[in-house]
Structure formats: C-alpha cells, structure tokens
C-alpha cells in the first residue's frame, strides 16, 4: 500500500478498468461517477471508496485523475459547481486523461495554478481493450517534474507515456494520433470493399499483404471484424467525430493542412445517420457497403 492518496473521476469503458488498475497496485482510491450505480458496482470489485460529488472525491487526494467525455464535461467535474478544483489542497497535481482541445488544456493548467495545483493534460491511447489491459499509451503535456510525480501511478496503466511539451502538448499529440488513424482505417475500407467486389477472398488477401508494407494496427486488430461485418466493440464512432473536430478545429488555428481528415470525418457523420454512434470507427467499410446498394 502506498500513502499517496488518489481519486479518479468518471468511470466510463477507460476510467473504470483504469481505476481497477490503481486499486490492484496498492493505491488508496476514490472513486466518482455521475452515474453512482457504477461507482458502487467498481466498489464491489475493488478496494477504495466511493464520493458523492468530484469535490468530495479529490478533497484529500494527492493525485486527482479525470477521464470523462468532452470539454463540457471536463469543465463540470473541474471548475463547476462541486468541481475537484475547489477542493484539492495546494500541491496537489491534477491529471486530465480525457481527449479534449488544446485550448482546455491551457485553460484548466492556468486555473489549476491560480489555486496552488499543478496540472497535466494527458490524453490516453490504446481504446477499451488497452485500458483493460494495462497497455495504454498515454501522451502528456506539462512540466518535467510534474511528469515524473506522476509517472510510476500512470505506469499502473500504461505500456508508454511520454512528455511531449507544456500543457497542451498531450492533446495535440492524440490529435496526430487520430488524424493517423482516421485516413489509415478509410484505407483500409476501400482495400476490404475492393477485394470482395474485385472477387478476392479478404481473408486470403490480408494474410498476404499484412507481411509487407501494408501491415498496421488496425489491419491486424480489425479486418476480422470488419469482413464479418460486426462494429459493437472497440472505440465509437461518436468519440472520434469528437476527436476529429477538435483537430480539425487546431489545424485551422495553426494552418495546417489536413485534407484526408476532413473527408473522412464526413464518412463519420454518414455513419452517425446510420444509427452507428456507438460501432467501432472500423465500420468506415459499412458505410461503403452501404452505398452499394
């Protein structure tokens, strides 16, 4: 058991396993969720306790560490009414692995420090499975002692983290990250839905191109599922739209051009008019099936 004392704030498919894993290392947690059935669900599998409000939940935590939806949502459980910000101590360290804009980075990294807090945004890679698992990625914006404050309780979860710069160097990290994975998952949508109309066996063809050049995560981790057509799992469409606007929505402040991001996250939005908020963004092939018919 360590004495540093933590909450973790917002117990969705990430923060909750993510949670677990700060429980099964020694740490005290406390736990909050909007949705309390949920906190007292993690309370019957792990050790901690569970708080009523992010205020009371980061009241006597050392480590305050947030994974929720949105900006909005952020900003709620931060710097709104019974927000952690109000009650953590001076010293305290407060760790945002939410995806979110840059400028919220910046924004709570400032109100952090008018209340004698320091703050690190970073945001975590990996999805449902890397989060279970204890492999994700984590990308972090902050200072250098910061980081390494925080990095043996982010190691509880983590396979790589790395600092990547000040306080919003961790969200435009995992802005790269998802304008990568948004045009190599389309690739691979047009390479799928070519095969079958050109009469390939899919199965076949990934099996021979995943041993060149081609090969990348998410040929390995999705084309099985894809070709079978099933989307309920992994991370939803709905979270990479998010995702997408706000890099979008960078690039256009720091004027880079990022044309096959645009066009795919209007691939999204045709899925989210399909009823598929919640697939895997892999599903990028139905909506080419789709259109086929």
């Given at each position: 058991?360590?004495?540093?004392?933590?909450?973790?704030?917002?117990?969705?498919?990430?923060?909750?396993?993510?949670?677990?894993?700060?429980?099964?290392?020694?740490?005290?947690?406390?736990?909050?969720?909007?949705?309390?059935?949920?906190?007292?669900?993690?309370?019957?599998?792990?050790?901690?306790?569970?708080?009523?409000?992010?205020?009371?939940?980061?009241?006597?935590?050392?480590?305050?560490?947030?994974?929720?939806?949105?900006?909005?949502?952020?900003?709620?459980?931060?710097?709104?009414?019974?927000?952690?910000?109000?009650?953590?101590?001076?010293?305290?360290?407060?760790?945002?692995?939410?995806?979110?804009?840059?400028?919220?980075?910046?924004?709570?990294?400032?109100?952090?420090?008018?209340?004698?807090?320091?703050?690190?945004?970073?945001?975590?890679?990996?999805?449902?499975?890397?989060?279970?698992?204890?492999?994700?990625?984590?990308?972090?914006?902050?200072?250098?002692?910061?980081?390494?404050?925080?990095?043996?309780?982010?190691?509880?979860?983590?396979?790589?983290?790395?600092?990547?710069?000040?306080?919003?160097?961790?969200?435009?990290?995992?802005?790269?990250?998802?304008?990568?994975?948004?045009?190599?998952?389309?690739?691979?949508?047009?390479?799928?839905?070519?095969?079958?109309?050109?009469?390939?066996?899919?199965?076949?063809?990934?099996?021979?191109?995943?041993?060149?050049?081609?090969?990348?995560?998410?040929?390995?981790?999705?084309?099985?599922?894809?070709?079978?057509?099933?989307?309920?799992?992994?991370?939803?469409?709905?979270?990479?739209?998010?995702?997408?606007?706000?890099?979008?929505?960078?690039?256009?402040?720091?004027?880079a051009e990022v044309p096959v991001t645009e066009l795919v996250n209007t691939y999204y939005q045709d899925i989210l008019g399909?009823?598929?908020?919640?697939?895997?963004?892999?599903?990028?092939?139905?909506?080419?099936?789709?259109?086929?018919?």
């Open positions: 058991m360590t004495d540093t004392r933590l909450a973790f704030i917002g117990l969705g498919v990430m923060g909750y396993p993510m949670a677990g894993h700060l429980a099964a290392a020694g740490y005290p947690v406390t736990v909050y969720n909007r949705n309390p059935e949920k906190s007292r669900r993690w309370l019957e599998q792990h050790p901690g306790s569970v708080a009523d409000t992010p205020a009371a939940a980061a009241e006597r935590a050392d480590i305050v560490l947030c994974c929720v939806g949105n900006d909005a949502d952020v900003r709620e459980v931060t710097t709104g009414e019974d927000g952690a910000l109000y009650t953590m101590h001076a010293g305290a360290l407060l760790v945002d692995h939410t995806t979110t804009s840059a400028e919220l980075a910046r924004e709570l990294a400032f109100c952090a420090a008018e209340s004698e807090v320091a703050f690190l945004d970073a945001p975590v890679s990996g999805g449902q499975a890397g989060a279970e698992n204890g492999t994700l990625t984590i990308m972090v914006g902050g200072e250098p002692e910061l980081y390494q404050r925080a990095e043996p309780v982010l190691l509880s979860y983590a396979r790589k983290l790395a600092l990547m710069g000040p306080a919003g160097s961790g969200q435009l990290t995992k802005m790269v990250n998802q304008i990568c994975i948004a045009g190599l998952v389309q690739a691979l949508a047009e390479g799928l839905n070519f095969a079958e109309l050109a009469g390939l066996d899919g199965r076949k063809v990934i099996d021979v191109i995943s041993k060149g050049a081609a090969q990348s995560w998410q040929m390995e981790n999705r084309y099985e599922t894809m070709l079978d057509g099933f989307y309920e799992h992994g991370f939803a469409v709905e979270w990479m739209r998010k995702d997408l606007d706000y890099a979008i929505a960078e690039a256009g402040r720091c004027a399909l009823g598929g908020a919640r697939w895997d963004t892999s599903s990028l092939l139905e909506r080419l099936k789709q259109r086929r018919r």
